[in-house]
Nanobody, 115 residues
Framework: QVQLVESGGGLVQPGGSLRLSCAASGSVSTILTMGWYRQAPGKQRELVAIVTRGGATNYADSVKGRFAISGDNAKNTVYLRMNSLKPEDTAVYYC?????????WGPGTQVTVSA
């Protein structure tokens, strides 16, 4: 089984920055994609950013130029660097991973952007 755990959420002022982390553990096989989704109250869950096994990245139009998805040297870990945060970025952010065996979700981390 695979577990995903997000961290790094919190309260930040408009214009500020946060970095979210997602670490996968357990029986992780070949990772096909990892991504971040978010859901604000009363709204649908939406894609924020994804990165493929080959390193290609895609972003929602609303976050292009402000957010960056990446990995580092840690095994099976993905990050979302969020700059120039806006109140409309307030949401629960969920990590998603698809590997060779299945699709997995983290429990989410709250991001609140407020003065």
């Amino acid at each position: 089984q695979v577990q995903l755990v997000e961290s790094g959420g919190g309260l930040v002022q408009p214009g500020g920055s946060l970095r979210l982390s997602c670490a996968a553990s357990g029986s992780v096989s070949t990772i096909l994609t990892m991504g971040w989704y978010r859901q604000a109250p009363g709204k649908q869950r939406e894609l924020v950013a994804i990165v493929t096994r080959g390193g290609a990245t895609n972003y929602a139009d609303s976050v292009k130029g402000r957010f960056a998805i990446s990995g580092d040297n840690a095994k099976n870990t993905v990050y979302l660097r969020m700059n120039s945060l806006k109140p409309e970025d307030t949401a629960v952010y969920y990590c998603n991973m698809r590997d060779f065996n299945g699709l997995f979700w983290g429990p989410g981390t709250q991001v609140t952007v407020s003065a």
